[in-house]
C-alpha cells in the first residue's frame, strides 16, 4: 500500500515535471518566435545592399554605386583605413554615392547599407580600394640649353618613381615614346632636350607608387612650357621702342592679326592680359609666348582700379597666364594706369616690375587707324613705351603700317623688359614703375 502510495506519487509528480517541461519549452519557443517576428519588422533580413561596385578611383574619391533594395527608404556608406574606425554618410537617396576627401595611397574598406525607416538593414560585401598618387605641383626651372625645358615639382614621399611625357602643343595627345622614368628624390627634377628653341609644348608628370606589389600610377599633371631660346641680340646704341597692347586677348580676329604683324617682322611687344579673357582664349596665349611676347598681367577682370585693386586680382590672373604657358607674367600694368603701393608691393612679391606709358595711342577712344598710326609714328622717340590695345579691328589695322614704317625709322622693336635693361643696363626691378627706358 505504502510503496503503492509512493509509486503513485512519484508517477504523479514525474507527470508534473513533463507538464512543466512541455510549458516551458513552449514559452522558449513563443519567445523565440517573437523575437523573431520582431527583428523580422525591424531589421528585415534578406534586405541587404547587393552588387556594390566601385569605379572612377582618384587620389581622393571614388564612386559607388550598388542594386537598388525593395523599400528602403535612404542608403548609408561606410568606410575605414586599416588605422581608423568606420565613418559614415547617411541618407543617401540615389543607389549612388561619390565618396570624396579621401586620402591619396590609401587602402580603404567601404561598404553600403540599406536603411528602413531608422533601422538598417543588411550591410553590403566590402569593397576594398587604394587611392591612387596626388597630381605633382609642377613649376618650369630654369635652363639655359637652346631647346631645353626643365620642370621641377615637389616629391611625392609615396612615390617610388615619376613618369613625365611631352608633346608639342599642337599635337592631340601624348604618346608613350615621349616618356621618362625619372627615379624618386628630395629634389625631382626632368630635362627634356632637343627640342625647337621657342617652341611650346606641354609636359605632364605623375607619382607611380606599389599597393600589394602591383603598380599604381597617380594623376597627371599637366604644364604648358615653353622650350629655351636665346633672347636675341639688341643694339643699346640704336634706337628702340616698346609696343604695349591691353585687354586681351578676345574674340574676333584683332590679336592674332597683331602678332601675324610682329611674327613677319620679328617684332617683340608686350602684352598686358586679363587674366579670365586668358583663360577663355589660351590658344591666343600659348602662340604669345611661343613667338618670344613678353607676357604682362593686367589683373584677373579689370572691374576694379586703385586702391580697389586686391593682391588676388593679380595673383589670379599670374596663375592663369602661368597655366597656359608654363610661364608666369614678367610685367605688370594696372587697370586704368592707376598705380598704388599695395599693388606695387604685390608686383614686387610676384617678381614683376609695373610699366606705364608716355605715348597713348587712344586707340580706345578713336577707333581709328590713321589716327592711331599717326600718333605711334609721328610722336615717337627713342625709348618710348606706346599704348594701344589689341582688341581692335582698327588697331590691327595700323599696327600693319605702324610696325614696317618704326623699323623703316630705324626703331628695334622690343619688350618693356628689353627695353628697360637696354637703357638702364640691368634688368627691371620687380614693384618699381617705368613710364619708357
Ligand atoms: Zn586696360
Redesign the pocket.
Known amino acids: 500500500m505504502q510503496t503503492y502510495r509512493v509509486y503513485k506519487h512519484e508517477r504523479y509528480s514525474r507527470r508534473r515535471r513533463k507538464r512543466k517541461t512541455t510549458l516551458t519549452v513552449f514559452l522558449l519557443v513563443l519567445v523565440i518566435a517573437l523575437v523573431g517576428v520582431a527583428a523580422f519588422v525591424i531589421f528585415k533580413p534578406g534586405s541587404s545592399v547587393n552588387n556594390l561596385k566601385v569605379s572612377g578611383i582618384t587620389d581622393s574619391a571614388v564612386n559607388l554605386k550598388w542594386d537598388k533594395t525593395e523599400n528602403a527608404d535612404s542608403y548609408c556608406v561606410f568606410w575605414k583605413t586599416s588605422d581608423t574606425d568606420y565613418k559614415k554618410a547617411k541618407n543617401i537617396k540615389q543607389n549612388s554615392y561619390n565618396l570624396t576627401k579621401l586620402s591619396q595611397t590609401t587602402e580603404y574598406e567601404i561598404c553600403a547599407c540599406a536603411v528602413f525607416d531608422t533601422s538598417e538593414g543588411g550591410k553590403s560585401e566590402s569593397k576594398s580600394i587604394y587611392t591612387v598618387a596626388s597630381k605633382p605641383k609642377v613649376t618650369q626651372a630654369e635652363t639655359k640649353e637652346e631647346g631645353s625645358v626643365k620642370i621641377k615639382w615637389n616629391k611625392n614621399s609615396k612615390a617610388k618613381y615619376y613618369t613625365v611625357q611631352y608633346k608639342s602643343s599642337s599635337d592631340s595627345a601624348f604618346s608613350d615614346k615621349n616618356s621618362q622614368k625619372i627615379k624618386q628624390s628630395s629634389d625631382p627634377t626632368a630635362t627634356i632636350k632637343k627640342l625647337t628653341p621657342g617652341g611650346s609644348y606641354d609636359v605632364r608628370v605623375r607619382a607611380v607608387t606599389y599597393h600589394n606589389e602591383k603598380k599604381v600610377n597617380g594623376m597627371w599633371c599637366t604644364l604648358g612650357v615653353t622650350a629655351f631660346k636665346k633672347q636675341r641680340a639688341i643694339d643699346p646704341n640704336k634706337p628702340m621702342v616698346a609696343l604695349t597692347f591691353?585687354?586681351g586677348p578676345s574674340n574676333g580676329t584683332a590679336n592674332e592679326r597683331i602678332l601675324n604683324v610682329l611674327e613677319k617682322y620679328g617684332a617683340k611687344a608686350t602684352f598686358f592680359m586679363i587674366g579670365n579673357r586668358a583663360l577663355e582664349h589660351p590658344d591666343n596665349v600659348k602662340r604669345k609666348a611661343q613667338l618670344g611676347m613678353e607676357l604682362g598681367n593686367?589683373s584677373w577682370d579689370?572691374t576694379r582700379y586703385g586702391e580697389q585693386v586686391t593682391a588676388s586680382d593679380i595673383k589670379r590672373c599670374s596663375d592663369a597666364i602661368f597655366s597656359i604657358t608654363g610661364q608666369y607674367p614678367t610685367a605688370f600694368r594696372p587697370?586704368g594706369g592707376m598705380v598704388t603701393d599695395a599693388i606695387k608691393s604685390e608686383c614686387q612679391s610676384e617678381n614683376m616690375p609695373l610699366y606705364l606709358w608716355d605715348v597713348d595711342t587712344e586707340d580706345w577712344s578713336t577707333r581709328d587707324a590713321s589716327t592711331t598710326y599717326s600718333k605711334a609714328v609721328d610722336e615717337v622717340s627713342d625709348g618710348d613705351i606706346i599704348l594701344m590695345h589689341e582688341i581692335y579691328d582698327s588697331t590691327a589695322d595700323a599696327i600693319e603700317k605702324i610696325v614696317p614704317q618704326l623699323i623703316k625709322k630705324g626703331f628695334q622693336i622690343v619688350t618693356c623688359s628689353e627695353l628697360i635693361e637696354a637703357k638702364t643696363g640691368e634688368k627691371p626691378q620687380p614693384g618699381e614703375l617705368y613710364y619708357n627706358g
Open positions: 591691353d585687354d593686367h579689370h587697370p
